[in-house]
């Protein structure tokens, strides 16, 4: 990825449990700041840093989840490996997630991370 559209990405995701989330990413030349809040309230919450170069990923927490501490990270490392640079997380739930909420929320990350992609690419000479 060379380099970011500058909008901001917005999507808001419903899980099969019926728990809201809204998912806002802002992409950068070398990386992105994703930003994952449950319920109408955009809220800061955990925080996890991953940084891939080479086929090799490494993440940090800045604030750790106390319900949900993997999840954080994974999505982190799964977004920095993809585009290949830095990846900041802000993730906010009410609560501990079930399956089919992380679920929801994955394919919700993709979907912004992989349009990113696509008009990163349309917009590269």
Same mark, same amino acid.
């Given at each position: 990825?060379?380099?970011?559209?500058?909008a901001p990405s917005r999507e808001e995701v419903r899980s #099969?449990s019926g728990r809201s989330f809204l998912l806002e990413a802002n992409f950068y030349g070398?990386?992105?700041?994703?930003?994952?809040?449950?319920?109408?309230?955009?809220?800061?919450?955990?925080?996890?840093?991953?940084? @891939?170069?080479?086929?090799?990923?490494?993440?940090?927490?800045?604030?750790?989840?106390? @319900? #949900?501490?993997?999840?954080?990270?994974?999505?982190?490392?799964?977004?920095?490996?993809?585009?290949?640079?830095?990846?900041?997380?802000?993730?906010?739930?009410?609560?501990?997630? $079930?399956?089919? #909420?992380? $679920?929801?929320?994955?394919?919700? =990350?993709?979907?912004? =991370?992989?349009?990113?992609?696509?008009? @990163?690419?349309?917009?590269?000479?």
């Amino acid at each position: 990825m060379e380099s970011g559209t500058g909008a901001p990405s917005r999507e808001e995701v419903r899980s #099969d449990s019926g728990r809201s989330f809204l998912l806002e990413a802002n992409f950068y030349g070398n990386g992105c700041f994703l930003a994952i809040s449950e319920g109408g309230n955009r809220r800061i919450g955990a925080i996890s840093v991953a940084i @891939s170069s080479q086929n090799n990923t490494t993440a940090a927490k800045v604030i750790p989840s106390k @319900s #949900d501490p993997l999840f954080v990270n994974t999505i982190a490392e799964k977004v920095a490996s993809m585009i290949n640079g830095i990846c900041i997380v802000s993730f906010y739930a009410k609560g501990q997630l $079930k399956l089919e #909420d992380m $679920k929801a929320i994955m394919g919700g =990350v993709m979907h912004i =991370v992989e349009a990113e992609g696509n008009n @990163s690419n349309g917009n590269n000479k």
